[in-house]
């Protein structure tokens, strides 16, 4: 029986149906991802985002109906979330002065927003590290250096694919997506020859989410290939 209903964001993508225990196992993949990324018990956390992403309604159980345990819960953090609205600049800014955050989600079209331009967020409170997701998108190599440059607590990536119920975290370290296998199937598929920045081949991913009654679903994000990396206990997947 359905518990959520959320309407994906992409036009014309339609909507997608939880059960209880498909939302549960989909806010165990967003605590995962929470884990990968370093957040721990004790840290704050503050989404600037819409209910509708993923990353905001599956953060704690006081944002969805019918979640139990959300990805706050699951890390024992605490987290605040503000609308993802870009005239919510100046009041992220006085989040991240008030509630002093250790990470920050942000959706990557903000990102701008917040390190440039008369309403950017003082210097001075670019401390927490920054986490940057959109739906089946990743930012040019050269957006993510200038972020790195301007945003003195470290970038990384929240991987989504919102209508494969996809969700993974960049570990710091060795910048590569880690991605649960008990709850995810994955394949890896040629990219049809595209090619990366670097013009290494791109492939993609097929994703089924083991949580949901779903059909495997090919998504938009391009991967590199299929490794650990020297210095970092994990293994995972290097985005294109």
């Known amino acids: 029986m359905s518990v959520l209903t959320v309407q994906l964001e992409r036009p014309g993508a339609g909507f997608v149906e939880f059960s209880g225990a498909a939302l549960a196992g989909y806010a165990e993949a967003l605590g995962h991802a929470w884990s990968v990324l370093g957040v721990g018990a004790g840290d704050r956390v503050v989404i600037y985002d819409y209910g509708s992403s993923p990353a905001a309604y599956l953060a704690s159980h006081a944002f969805a109906p019918h979640l139990r345990r959300g990805a706050a819960e699951h ?3 605490s987290v605040l979330c503000v609308d993802g609205l870009p005239d919510n600049v100046t009041r992220f800014a006085h989040v991240l002065r008030h509630f002093s955050p250790s990470f920050v989600f942000v959706r990557a079209e903000l990102v701008g927003l917040l390190i440039a331009g008369p309403i ?5 409170q670019r401390a927490a590290r920054l986490v940057v997701t959109a739906d089946g998108d990743t930012p040019a190599r050269g957006e993510r250096v200038l972020w790195e440059r301007e945003w003195h607590g470290g970038v990384s990536l929240l991987a989504r694919c919102d209508a494969a119920a996809f969700v993974a975290g960049e570990c710091p370290r060795c910048r590569r997506l880690q991605v649960p296998e008990d709850l995810y199937e994955l394949k890896i598929t040629r990219g049809d020859g595209e090619r990366s920045a670097d013009g290494e ?17 090919t998504t938009e994000l391009g991967v590199l290939t299929e490794a650990g990396t020297v210095g970092c206990p994990h293994a995972g997947l290097e985005l294109a």
Request: net charge neutral.
């Open 75 to 77: 890390a024992r953090a």
């Open 120 to 124: 950017a967020v003082p210097v001075e």
């Open 201 to 217: 081949e791109r492939h993609m991913l097929t994703v089924r989410p083991r949580f949901l009654d779903m059909d495997p679903l």
